[in-house]
Nanobody
Framework: QVQLVESGGGLVQTGGSLRLSCVVI????????LGWFRQAPGKEREFVAG???????YSADSVKGRFTISRDNAKNTVYLQMNSLRPEDMAVYYC?????????????????WGQGTQVTVSS
């Protein structure tokens, strides 16, 4: 059974930074493409950033230049470095693992999900 466990969320002021981590338990990280999604109250879950098995990255236009996704296969961990945070970035952030071999941006492409970590940005 595959488990994903996120950490690193919290309260930060506008313009601040946070780094989210997601540990994959039960399977080797290198088997999957990985992604970060977020969901704000009253809104649908949206794609934030993804990273392929070979390290290629892709992200939503709303976070380009501010958020960076990375992976450490040796630690079975995927990260999301978030800089220049804005109030509109406030949401519950989820990491997810996908067995597909393409740049997966849809929720349906991902099989395994973490429980989420809250990011709050004060203005």
């Amino acid at each position: 059974q595959v488990q994903l466990v996120e950490s690193g969320g919290g309260l930060v002021q506008t313009g601040g930074s946070l780094r989210l981590s997601c540990v994959v338990i039960g399977r080797t990280l290198s088997l999957y493409n990985l992604g970060w999604f977020r969901q704000a109250p009253g809104k649908e879950r949206e794609f934030v950033a993804g990273i392929s098995r070979n390290g290629g990255t892709y992200s939503a236009d709303s976070v380009k230049g501010r958020f960076t996704i990375s992976r450490d296969n040796a630690k079975n961990t995927v990260y999301l470095q978030m800089n220049s945070l804005r109030p509109e970035d406030m949401a519950v952030y989820y990491c997810a693992a996908s067995a597909t071999y393409r740049a997966a941006r849809g929720s349906d492409d991902y099989t395994y999900w973490g429980q989420g970590t809250q990011v709050t940005v004060s203005s």
